[in-house]
């Protein structure tokens, strides 16, 4: 099913007033107002907000309703892709292929096997092949079953049917905070999973984005993907400050964006996979714009922790970033080394070159 959103323009703070919900209502007999919708807008007016308390349990609050699980994931993917032109300049970044697969489609596989099962995506102008990609192909079905073509059929019907896909509108490149605010009518009074598309992780043992939701019914609290990358490298990510929890989940302590490597506060970057409660989007909808004009999502991270405990996970799975053309490549290469019907005559052609 497709759905679309209204579209988002230049932001201006919003007027909203809600309790906070799960996975974080803060106490009991709480029961949702239906007559407070998040995203309403007015000419003044400050957002009432209940701080919340600064000790997590693993046992669950006064007011927690286990039964309410994250349901909605969002992807941001309107940006311009100007790393890869002139490949980018007529179709998405998001749609460029591994193997025989867009990019894209990877990461919301991801999404549904960690039980995930309503997508919003984030476009722009010259996205809509983004859309098609997700949507029922009749002509293409038609053909493929005329010709007797039973498994290419089943594989463009199994992206149709992934999941329920909802589409919102950035029509100003406003950075990522900005392209997720986006989102608020779509997602809710909900906590909501985000997922950077440039981050392609493999699932071993579980998925990335399950383990994070593992630690956030754990700790009712919201979690972020991280990973040790090299001081060398620290500058391109943003850094946590972190206290080790048990395992590999971290509490966050302070965020730093593109820290110089000496004033990094760990190795620990942050990955494309996050989950944030609704929350946010008030928070969001106040962060000031960068020199650059973008609204920054570490920025408001930083208040999110100044509120509430906010916890790291550092997730299993080999990442492959393909936000660039070197980490498209390796991706490229590695997926096809993985393939089944490729493995062999791909490694045997890899050996004759002389590298």
């Not at 309790?19 to 957002?47: Q, Y």
């Not at 549904?112 to 092949?129: D, N």
Request: net charge positive.
């Amino acid at each position: 099913m497709r759905r679309r959103g209204k579209q988002c323009s230049s932001w201006s703070r919003p007027h909203a007033s809600w309790r906070s919900w799960p996975f974080w209502r803060e106490s009991a007999g709480g029961d949702r107002d239906p007559d407070r919708h998040v995203g309403r807008r007015s000419s003044g007016g400050r957002h009432a907000l209940r701080r919340g308390a600064r000790a997590p349990s693993s046992q669950a609050r006064p007011g927690y309703d286990e039964t309410v699980k994250v349901r909605k994931a969002v992807f941001p993917a309107a940006g311009l892709g100007t790393r890869f032109l002139p490949a980018t300049k007529a179709q998405p970044k998001e749609m460029l292929p591994l193997v025989d697969k867009p990019m894209i489609q990877y990461v919301v596989e991801e999404a549904v096997a960690s039980g995930l099962s309503e997508v919003i995506i984030v476009t722009g102008r010259g996205k809509r092949a983004i859309e098609d990609h997700f949507d029922a192909a009749f002509e293409l079905e038609y053909y493929l079953n005329d010709r007797g073509k039973t498994e290419e059929l089943a594989q463009i019907k199994t992206i149709s049917e992934l999941a329920s896909v909802s589409y919102v509108r950035q029509k100003e490149p406003l950075g990522l905070g900005h392209a997720i605010l986006c989102a608020r009518s779509l997602v809710g009074d909900e906590p909501f999973a985000v997922f950077l598309g440039d981050d392609i992780i493999g699932a071993a043992p579980s998925p990335c984005m399950r383990q994070l939701l593992d630690a956030a019914e754990r700790y009712q609290a919201p979690v972020v993907a991280v990973e040790r990358v090299p001081r060398a490298r620290i500058a391109q990510y943003g850094v946590i400050a972190a206290r080790s929890v048990e395992g590999r989940v971290h509490e966050i302590l302070d965020l730093v964006e593109k820290p110089k490597p000496q004033d990094a506060p760990s190795d620990l970057a942050i990955i494309g996979r996050y989950i944030l409660p609704p929350e946010i989007f008030e928070i969001l909808a106040g962060t000031r714009a960068d020199a650059r004009g973008e609204i920054q999502l570490t920025d408001a991270l930083r208040e999110l922790r100044a509120r509430r405990p906010m916890y790291a996970v550092e997730f299993e799975g080999r990442r492959y970033d393909t936000g660039d053309k070197l980490g498209f490549l390796k991706a490229t290469v590695e997926f096809a080394l993985a393939r089944p019907d490729l493995a062999d005559e791909f490694r045997a052609y890899l050996k004759t070159l002389k590298l």
